[in-house]
């Protein structure tokens, strides 16, 4: 069974840091690009940042590029995702995804997403 769990998600100040985990199985994670997508309360999913199987390519969505920085540790069989800067707009579910069937950069379907981590900024 595919498992993908988010972890790290909480309440910062504008300003602050997080950083995102995902801890995958049930597959070959070190043979699979992945990605992170967001939705806010009321909006539609937004796709976030992508990485390949072997780290040799990063994208970002314009809204986090520079601010954000995805990696990924394939001996742990985890994900990361290093937020600083942090808006309010930046404010959502956070869900690491598996891109089965789509590009890093696109959103994958709904059943290859983890369950989710809430991100709050706030002050």
């Known amino acids: 069974e595919v498992q993908l769990v988010e972890s790290g998600g909480a309440m910062v100040q504008p300003g602050g840091a997080l950083t995102l985990s995902c801890t995958a199985s049930?597959?070959?994670?070190?043979?699979?690009?992945m990605t992170w997508v967001r939705q806010a309360p009321g909006k539609g999913p937004e796709w976030v940042a992508g990485?390949?199987?072997?780290?040799?390519?990063?994208d970002y969505a314009g809204s986090v590029k520079g601010r954000f920085t995805l990696s990924r540790d394939n001996a742990r069989n985890t994900l990361y995702l290093q937020m600083s800067s942090l808006k309010p707009e930046d404010t959502a579910l956070y869900y690491c995804?598996?891109?089965?069937?789509?590009?890093?950069?696109?959103?994958?379907?709904?059943?290859?997403w983890g369950q989710g981590t809430q991100v709050t900024v706030s002050s």
């Open positions: 995804a598996a891109p089965w069937g789509v590009t890093i950069t696109e959103v994958p379907p709904r059943r290859y």
């Open positions: 049930g597959f070959t994670f070190s043979s699979s690009g």
């Open positions: 990485i390949t199987s072997d780290s040799g390519r990063t």
